[in-house]
Every structure is written in C-alpha cells, then in structure tokens.
C-alpha cells in the first residue's frame, strides 16, 4: 500500500510535469521540444488517471493495475519519441533530419513487431501481454540509444549546455533504474529496505533534473569543449 513518502514523490514529480508543460507550451521553444512537451503532458495525464483508479477502485483492483500497465507503457513508448528529437537537436547541423525520421519509424515498426511475435502464441489477453511487452521492449531500446547518443555527444563535441544536461539526466535515470532491476533480479535474496524507495525517487527524478534544466539553462548557452570531453593530448 501506498504511504506518505509515495504520494510525496507523487505530488513533488506531478508538479514538475505540470510546470514543464506550462513552460514549454507558453514559451517559444514549445517546437524544438513538442516531444518533451507531449510527454510531461501525457505523465500528467497518467498520473491523474492512476490517482483516479487507486482512489475508486483500490491499490489491489485489476482496473487500477490495467491502468498503470498500460499508461507505463505509453509513456515508455512516448520516451522513444523524446529521445529521437534529442538525437535530432544533436544531428541537426549535420543535414540527416530525414534519416533521424526514417530511422524512428522503422525502429518503432520494429519493436512492435518483435513485441507481437513474443506474445502472439498465447491468445489469453493478447492485448495487454502485448501493451506490457511492447513497453519492456521500449525501455530496452531507450535505454540503448541514450547512451548510444551520449556518445555522439563526446564524439561531436556538443556545447549547448541544455541539451547536455537533459541527455545526461536521462542517462542517470535509465542507469539508476537498469542498475536497480538488476540487482533485484541477480540477487533476489539480498533486498535491502531502500530498494523500495529507489521506483518511486527515479519517478520523480526525471521531471524534476529536467525542471531544474530549463529553469536554470538558457537555450542560449554554451559550454566548452575541453569540460564537456577530456582532452587526449599529452
């Protein structure tokens, strides 16, 4: 059952979707960053129906479990799209916008198609084993291509502090959370007590670090080289 430290995190990770969204559809970057936009709004949006189904319906119920399952999994699935806007900020100099668009696609077509042949043989809740496997499978490939793009970053040299620090804030969430599920899974029998709070503080992380970005970082700014990648010269 939920307590007090959840529905803190809960309130705390709410209102920085909720600000995120107001920021980024009021201000004059609401293009450069309708992905990120689209998704703090379809968090708030999930969040509130969560909070609806667990107050209706219990923490226990099948509606409210049908309802986490598959908001997860849309969000999973609209962090892909985040993602590639970030790869196309970092690749936009170099003129391969619509091999950024082209890869997306076929990405996305892919994962759903490899999630379907995983679940297809089993015809009981087609629907949902689908959703939740397409989702799993999402987070794969996201966690992938952000440190995929963290590398071209170094490797290009990237100097816009904002977009830096957003791409490092979501590789410190998929690391955190990946690091977590594995230790849960290699060593089932070593589940110390603040494991539980780790789910629920990475929830809250990701709106927050990039509320803080956008509060503190203008687009404007720039860094150098040298801070961003050591040098390799003697």
């Keep these: 059952m939920l307590g007090p430290f959840d529905y803190t995190i809960a309130i705390l990770s709410f209102c920085a979707e909720l600000y995120l969204v107001v920021r980024l559809l009021a201000g004059?970057?609401?293009?450069?960053?309708?992905?990120?936009?689209?998704?703090?709004?379809?968090?708030?949006?999930g969040t509130a129906a969560q909070y609806f189904f667990l107050q209706k319906f219990g923490f226990q119920s099948s509606q409210?479990?049908?309802?986490?399952?598959?908001?997860?999994?849309?969000?999973?699935?609209?962090?892909?799209?985040?993602?590639?806007?970030?790869?196309?900020?970092?690749?936009?100099?170099?003129?391969?916008?619509?091999?950024?668009?082209?890869?997306?696609?076929?990405?996305?077509?892919?994962?759903?198609?490899f999630s379907y042949l995983v679940v297809h043989q089993n015809s009981n809740n087609l629907t949902t084993r689908f959703v939740v496997e397409m989702g799993r499978n999402f987070y794969f490939v996201g966690v992938v291509l952000t440190y995929l793009l963290?590398?071209?970053?170094?490797?290009?040299k990237e100097t816009r502090i904002r977009l830096v620090q957003l791409?490092?804030?979501?590789?410190?969430?998929?690391?955190?959370?990946?690091?977590?599920?594995?230790?849960?899974?290699?060593?089932?029998?070593?589940?110390?007590?603040?494991l539980k709070f780790i789910p629920p503080v990475l929830?809250?992380?990701?709106?927050?670090?990039?509320?803080?970005?956008?509060?503190?970082?203008?687009?404007?700014?720039?860094?150098?080289?040298?801070?961003?990648?050591?040098?390799?010269?003697?």
């Design 203 to 234: 929830g809250a992380f990701l709106p927050l670090a990039w509320a803080y970005t956008f509060t503190k970082i203008p687009e404007e700014a720039r860094l150098l080289t040298a801070r961003l990648a050591p040098s390799h010269q003697s």
């Design 64 to 113: 409210y479990l049908y309802c986490y399952y598959y908001s997860d999994a849309l969000l999973t699935i609209a962090l892909f799209f985040v993602i590639m806007s970030f790869y196309h900020q970092v690749f936009q100099q170099m003129g391969v916008r619509k091999y950024v668009h082209g890869a997306s696609i076929i990405l996305l077509s892919a994962t759903a198609a």
């Design 150 to 156: 963290w590398g071209a970053i170094l490797k290009l």
């Design 167 to 194: 791409v490092l804030a979501l590789g410190i969430y998929y690391s955190a959370d990946a690091a977590t599920y594995a230790l849960r899974n290699l060593f089932p029998a070593f589940q110390p007590e603040f």
């Design 28 to 45: 004059r970057s609401e293009l450069r960053y309708f992905a990120l936009a689209t998704y703090m709004l379809a968090m708030v949006l």
